[in-house]
């Protein structure tokens, strides 16, 4: 019996795709997040030629001093988020390596980058002076936050001494940039983990956005009411 030309091309529709796996991209990037994992979990501030020279060779770190002055930018740049770095670089390795569709792909992605932000910003708003001091602990610094936390929420100033950022402090406060950032964070993790993570993504976006409209009300009242 012959088949139409029809639904030859239905069947050839409906097959499963094959995959396309990186599997030598994801072997890197695996290796990548574990080694820094590594570095992170044994980096003592004296480790990098940044903080003291010549460094501490009494207890090195495991991936020597490339690897602490790697940590070093790393917390200066996220602070605590720098902790999620592995965790990136171990998505994307299991990204390259499964079988999934591009928009799954894109929302597993930004939904790992949007916890490290949104960790990091929340830290600077609750520590935003951590690591300042000669007798504060000097791996985060730049505060909890780090440079994006501080650029984002308490602001930084540039190396002419003029504020740069601070935009979430001067507009909705700490109290609203702890409920939107924890909703994010939240949010995040239910997409990260979801078996259905356009659904949450969606869900996690339209809370968010209620939050920060009714925030932004709340002090907008209160403004009106301190005015003469």
Not at 15 to 27: D, G, I, N, V, Y
Not at 29 to 36: C, E, N, Q, W, Y
Not at 54 to 71: R, W
Not at 111 to 137: K, Y
Request: hydrophobic share 40%.
């Amino acid at each position: 019996m012959l088949k139409k030309k029809g639904d030859k091309k239905k069947t050839k529709g409906l097959a499963t795709p094959a995959p396309r796996r990186r599997f030598w991209w994801s072997l890197g990037l695996a290796v990548l997040g574990v080694a820094i994992f590594v570095a992170l979990v044994y980096y003592e501030p004296t480790q990098s030629s940044r903080v003291v020279s010549p460094q501490n060779t009494d207890t090195p770190n495991p991936l020597g001093l490339g690897g602490a002055n790697l940590v070093f930018y790393l917390c200066a740049w996220l602070g605590v988020g720098a902790w999620c770095v592995p965790l990136i670089l171990l998505t994307a390795a299991y990204v390259c390596f499964a079988d999934l569709p591009k928009r799954s792909v894109v929302i597993k992605m930004s939904s790992v980058v949007i916890f490290c932000f949104s960790l990091s910003i929340l830290a600077d708003a609750f520590r935003e002076d951590s690591g300042s001091g000669p007798t504060e602990d000097q791996t985060y610094w730049k505060g909890a936050g780090g440079t994006l936390g501080g650029f984002l929420y308490s602001g930084v100033t540039d190396s002419a001494g003029n504020p740069r950022g601070g935009f979430l402090k001067s507009s909705i406060g700490p109290l609203g940039t702890g409920i939107v950032m924890s909703s994010l964070l939240l949010g995040s993790i239910g997409v990260y983990w979801s078996a259905r993570p356009n659904a949450w993504f969606g869900k996690a976006l339209e809370a968010g956005g209620r939050l920060t409209e009714k925030v932004r009300f709340r002090r907008n009242g209160d403004e009106k009411e301190t005015e003469p």
